[in-house]
């Protein structure tokens, strides 16, 4: 048959197809043109292996996988779409006024990212209405930086290091939250893919497979953590460029891009993932220092060592500077405070991969804490040494492979083992939690997986070692599965078991054989079932409509318009009301308060004893009374205040939203005035009669 016509018979079917999706899996929904054209785009990509010379075409994708990537990029921000769970406060705020728009495209929202839907995008969407300025009274309705915590994107030199967010500086607002969505998983993808292939010696199978097993990984698509993985892996590539390099300017320019990343990098604020992960990528510079050392002089080093620093001290001092107040305050929080870790906890977390595979498609009590990267964990440390020692009969140094195994065995120990306070603080994991640390001695056997099927594979199989691997892999998933049976025992049932057995038993066994073709095989079965389960978890969404879009989001824009410094505040609402009411550009006093906001308890007078209560990182749920202004901790990030009516005015807040009437609160002091009332949300205008 003729490329012409199978090109026309597979373009046909790329159009008949997902008509048909439509009428009869969406048939309860309008037809949806996005849904139609993403799933034409990526049946079309299909199809055309089918048409076209695959090596030929699978060439092209590689060299021009820059351009192309860009061009989807592009595509996926002019359209406007994201994978945020935005979309739930359809639910929560006036479902009565459904924003069909905002619907999902593909998949579910997901509840338990509150912190992503409920806190960092209203409070990013915040900017929009401060102007992008470093000092915000929208959060917390009180003047304060928010170029460190939260870090949010200003027109300030601080934006460097929060390179996701720079879209918001030069698009419009859907056009630069798709921007900041997409951006660092991109950025992860071929960061991951050119460390591999770094790491592999330019084995574009294991680079690819690779990258797309870090990237759709459960851990970093439920957790977000894509930027202390991304930047940690540019810093690596932009010093294996630069060890490399001859000319001085360009010593210079890749000088001044770690420094960036390192800013980047620093500016991360989560030593639980900056610390572990960073012994990580300093035993991969030792590595690429060693494969470089004819290139790596003390003149070189010198220069690197003094140009990053200076960029990296211009873009961070400047916001510890104007910060520092906030940082204090936050050091001496009750919640987070300062944090110290001896270890001796969560090594059930390193098996948690037999089971986040499943967290898209079942519900579990917290799918973030469940989810892992899927590494194996822990054949790769048992071939490693095995690699290890053979390498020593033979007198073969291999300093990456051994490098990797002493980490992924100090962090399992961490894990494993409460160590003495002192080995805590000088080895400098006492800023991480065995709990957040799991997942790095995770990421660090899925590099030493990769290193050791992409180096030491073989090509003569010896029978009596296929039973012998069959056992042990038997055995191996056996214990992991059982690890998280007692880990989660409503989760696991008799269903995970068997699709546990039947997809890690094979898997394992032909990475123990460690056959050159097998492992292919194994790799890609793996690969698969990452992208299985990471690809669902986030729906795809299109557009802030139910942000922008709800009756009470528009009478909210209207009155702050005639009132900017006026003081909102949410009563008797679902969490995260006051994070809609931030934004949508109201100064809202009880918004996430990410450091206590010691003005307003301060007026509040609260007993001293009380100070330990509010003294935290919280979401504040107030409740309207008539006795005495109290606080009570409800959970360990989350307050309820119940507030004295007339204490309303000594707070200064000028409108309240609400579920509930307030009208039973007036006193001689005090007076609530309905002005909005739709779908049952509330706005009151507050009096002060004294």
């Given at each position: 048959?003729?490329?012409?016509?199978?090109?026309?018979?597979?373009?046909?079917?790329?159009?008949?197809?997902?008509?048909?999706?439509?009428?009869?899996?969406?048939?309860?929904?309008?037809?949806?043109?996005?849904?139609?054209?993403?799933?034409?785009?990526?049946?079309?990509?299909?199809?055309?292996?089918?048409?076209?010379?695959?090596?030929?075409?699978?060439?092209?994708?590689?060299?021009?996988?820059?351009?192309?990537?860009?061009?989807?990029?592009?595509?996926?921000?002019?359209?406007?779409?994201?994978?945020?769970?935005?979309?739930?406060?359809?639910?929560?705020?006036?479902?009565?006024?459904?924003?069909?728009?905002?619907?999902?495209?593909?998949?579910?929202?997901?509840?338990?990212?509150?912190?992503?839907?409920?806190?960092?995008?209203?409070?990013?969407?915040?900017?929009?209405?401060?102007?992008?300025?470093?000092?915000?009274?929208?959060?917390?309705?009180?003047?304060?930086?928010?170029?460190?915590?939260?870090?949010?994107?200003?027109?300030?030199?601080?934006?460097?290091?929060?390179?996701?967010?720079?879209?918001?500086?030069?698009?419009?607002?859907?056009?630069?939250?798709?921007?900041?969505?997409?951006?660092?998983?991109?950025?992860?993808?071929?960061?991951?893919?050119?460390?591999?292939?770094?790491?592999?010696?330019?084995?574009?199978?294991?680079?690819?497979?690779?990258?797309?097993?870090?990237?759709?990984?459960?851990?970093?698509?439920?957790?977000?953590?894509?930027?202390?993985?991304?930047?940690?892996?540019?810093?690596?590539?932009?010093?294996?460029?630069?060890?490399?390099?001859?000319?001085?300017?360009?010593?210079?320019?890749?000088?001044?891009?770690?420094?960036?990343?390192?800013?980047?990098?620093?500016?991360?604020?989560?030593?639980?993932?900056?610390?572990?992960?960073?012994?990580?990528?300093?035993?991969?510079?030792?590595?690429?220092?060693?494969?470089?050392?004819?290139?790596?002089?003390?003149?070189?080093?010198?220069?690197?060592?003094?140009?990053?620093?200076?960029?990296?001290?211009?873009?961070?001092?400047?916001?510890?500077?104007?910060?520092?107040?906030?940082?204090?305050?936050?050091?001496?929080?009750?919640?987070?405070?300062?944090?110290?870790?001896?270890?001796?906890?969560?090594?059930?977390?390193?098996?948690?991969?037999?089971?986040?595979?499943?967290?898209?498609?079942?519900?579990?009590?917290?799918?973030?804490?469940?989810?892992?990267f899927i590494s194996l964990y822990p054949v790769p440390i048992i071939m490693g040494l095995y690699y290890w020692h053979q390498n020593r009969k033979k007198y073969k140094k291999d300093f990456l492979l051994v490098a990797l195994t002493c980490l992924a065995i100090l962090l399992t120990v961490w894990n494993y083992v409460e160590l003495p306070e002192f080995l805590a603080k000088i080895s400098l994991l006492s800023f991480s939690t065995p709990n957040r640390c799991s997942l790095v001695a995770s990421f660090v056997c899925l590099l030493l997986l990769i290193v050791c099927l992409s180096r030491y594979s073989?090509?003569?199989?010896?029978?009596?070692?296929?039973?012998?691997?069959?056992?042990?892999?038997?055995?191996?998933?056996?214990?992991?599965?059982?690890?998280?049976?007692?880990?989660?025992?409503?989760?696991?049932?008799?269903?995970?078991?068997?699709?546990?057995?039947?997809?890690?038993?094979?898997?394992?066994?032909?990475?123990?054989?460690?056959?050159?073709?097998?492992?292919?095989?194994?790799?890609?079965?793996?690969?698969?079932?990452?992208?299985?389960?990471?690809?669902?978890?986030?729906?795809?969404?299109?557009?802030?409509?139910?942000?922008?879009?709800?009756?009470?989001?528009?009478?909210?824009?209207?009155?702050?318009?005639?009132?900017?410094?006026?003081?909102?505040?949410?009563?008797?609402?679902?969490?995260?009301?006051?994070?809609?009411?931030?934004?949508?550009?109201?100064?809202?006093?009880?918004?996430?308060?990410?450091?206590?906001?010691?003005?307003?308890?301060?007026?509040?007078?609260?007993?001293?004893?009380?100070?330990?209560?509010?003294?935290?990182?919280?979401?504040?749920?107030?409740?309207?009374?008539?006795?005495?202004?109290?606080?009570?901790?409800?959970?360990?990030?989350?307050?309820?205040?119940?507030?004295?009516?007339?204490?309303?005015?000594?707070?200064?807040?000028?409108?309240?939203?609400?579920?509930?009437?307030?009208?039973?609160?007036?006193?001689?002091?005090?007076?609530?005035?309905?002005?909005?009332?739709?779908?049952?949300?509330?706005?009151?205008?507050?009096?002060?009669?004294?």
């Amino acid at each position: 048959m003729s490329k012409q016509k199978k090109a026309f018979i597979f373009s046909s079917l790329a159009i008949i197809f997902p008509i048909l999706v439509e009428k009869f899996i969406f048939y309860n929904e309008a037809f949806s043109f996005d849904r139609f054209l993403l799933l034409f785009l990526v049946l079309i990509f299909a199809f055309s292996f089918l048409v076209f010379d695959r090596k030929k075409e699978l060439e092209f994708i590689y060299k021009k996988r820059y351009i192309l990537g860009i061009c989807l990029f592009a595509f996926l921000v002019i359209m406007g779409y994201h994978g945020s769970s935005i979309s739930i406060y359809n639910q929560i705020i006036e479902p009565e006024y459904n924003i069909e728009s905002s619907k999902p495209i593909l998949g579910q929202e997901r509840v338990i990212r509150g912190d992503e839907w409920g806190v960092s995008t209203p409070t990013l969407l915040s900017q929009v209405y401060n102007d992008f300025n470093e000092k915000s009274s929208i959060l917390m309705a009180t003047d304060n930086n928010v170029t460190l915590y939260p870090k949010i994107v200003a027109r300030t030199l601080s934006a460097i290091s929060i390179p996701n967010q720079l879209g918001f500086l030069f698009l419009p607002t859907e056009q630069a939250f798709s921007f900041s969505w997409f951006f660092g998983y991109f950025l992860l993808f071929f960061a991951s893919f050119e460390l591999l292939m770094i790491i592999t010696q330019k084995n574009k199978f294991y680079s690819l497979l690779g990258s797309l097993l870090i990237t759709f990984s459960p851990a970093v698509q439920w957790w977000e953590f894509w930027n202390v993985l991304a930047y940690g892996e540019i810093a690596m590539i932009l010093f294996n460029f630069y060890l490399k390099e001859k000319n001085k300017v360009k010593e210079i320019l890749y000088s001044i891009g770690i420094g960036i990343i390192g800013a980047c990098y620093i500016m991360c604020l989560y030593p639980a993932w900056q610390v572990p992960y960073g012994f990580l990528f300093l035993l991969l510079a030792i590595w690429i220092m060693k494969q470089n050392k004819e290139d790596c002089n003390l003149k070189k080093m010198l220069l690197l060592i003094t140009v990053a620093i200076a960029v990296i001290c211009a873009i961070i001092i400047p916001i510890f500077l104007n910060s520092y107040d906030i940082y204090l305050t936050i050091t001496n929080t009750a919640y987070p405070g300062k944090r110290f870790m001896t270890g001796g906890d969560g090594w059930q977390n390193l098996f948690n991969y037999f089971s986040s595979i499943f967290n898209t498609y079942k519900e579990s009590s917290n799918a973030s804490e469940m989810a892992q990267f899927i590494s194996l964990y822990p054949v790769p440390i048992i071939m490693g040494l095995y690699y290890w020692h053979q390498n020593r009969k033979k007198y073969k140094k291999d300093f990456l492979l051994v490098a990797l195994t002493c980490l992924a065995i100090l962090l399992t120990v961490w894990n494993y083992v409460e160590l003495p306070e002192f080995l805590a603080k000088i080895s400098l994991l006492s800023f991480s939690t065995p709990n957040r640390c799991s997942l790095v001695a995770s990421f660090v056997c899925l590099l030493l997986l990769i290193v050791c099927l992409s180096r030491y594979s073989e090509k003569n199989i010896k029978y009596t070692v296929k039973f012998q691997n069959f056992i042990i892999a038997f055995l191996l998933v056996w214990l992991g599965i059982y690890v998280v049976k007692v880990h989660y025992p409503d989760y696991i049932d008799n269903s995970i078991i068997i699709i546990d057995l039947l997809l890690y038993v094979p898997v394992i066994f032909l990475v123990l054989i460690n056959h050159a073709k097998l492992n292919k095989i194994a790799f890609l079965v793996l690969t698969l079932a990452t992208v299985f389960s990471g690809i669902g978890v986030h729906p795809l969404n299109k557009g802030l409509d139910v942000v922008y879009e709800k009756p009470i989001a528009k009478e909210v824009q209207k009155i702050n318009e005639n009132d900017k410094d006026a003081t909102w505040a949410t009563v008797e609402t679902v969490p995260y009301v006051q994070n809609y009411l931030v934004a949508n550009g109201a100064h809202t006093l009880n918004s996430t308060n990410f450091y206590p906001n010691l003005k307003m308890w301060d007026k509040l007078d609260l007993p001293s004893e009380l100070e330990n209560i509010y003294n935290r990182y919280s979401h504040i749920n107030i409740n309207i009374t008539n006795s005495k202004t109290t606080v009570s901790l409800k959970y360990e990030d989350q307050l309820n205040l119940e507030l004295n009516s007339s204490d309303v005015c000594l707070l200064g807040i000028d409108y309240l939203v609400t579920e509930d009437e307030l009208n039973s609160y007036d006193n001689n002091q005090v007076t609530f005035n309905n002005i909005y009332d739709k779908y049952s949300m509330k706005i009151y205008s507050v009096r002060c009669n004294s």
